[in-house]
């Protein structure tokens, strides 16, 4: 089994930055890719970044592109995301996720979750 644990949520005005981590821990994959999702009440689960294993390739969403940066340190089995200019509908649940392959941008496609991190944008 693995555990993923997210940390770094908060609560920050527009314009400011958080950095989201999140820790592997249990079975170890010979290679994983990692993806950052975020959620709000009502609606699904949306797809924020990806990264692969060597962490030479990522992936955004249009609408964080340029904005977040996800990276990973897979000596310490963590995957940060570093979310800069935030705006108040960055406010949601943030979940990091673990897929035994490549990276992918549909939520079902992984196969472990954390438990979240709430990340509050005010006005």
């Known amino acids: 089994q693995v555990q993923l644990v997210e940390s770094g949520g908060g609560l920050v005005q527009a314009g400011g930055s958080l950095r989201l981590s999140c820790a592997a821990s249990?079975?170890?994959?010979?290679?994983?890719?990692m993806g950052w999702f975020r959620q709000t009440p009502g609606k699904e689960r949306e797809f924020v970044a990806a990264i692969t294993w060597s962490g030479g390739s990522t992936y955004y969403a249009d609408s964080v592109k340029g904005r977040f940066t996800i990276t990973r340190d897979n000596a310490k089995n963590t995957v940060y995301l570093q979310m800069n200019s935030l705006i108040p509908e960055a406010t949601a649940v943030y979940y990091c996720?673990?897929?035994?392959?490549?990276?992918?941008?549909?939520?079902?496609?992984?196969?472990?979750w954390g438990q979240g991190t709430q990340v509050t944008v005010s006005s």
């Open positions: 996720a673990l897929r035994v392959g490549g990276m992918h941008y549909r939520a079902t496609m992984y196969d472990y």
């Open positions: 249990g079975r170890t994959f010979s290679s994983y890719a």
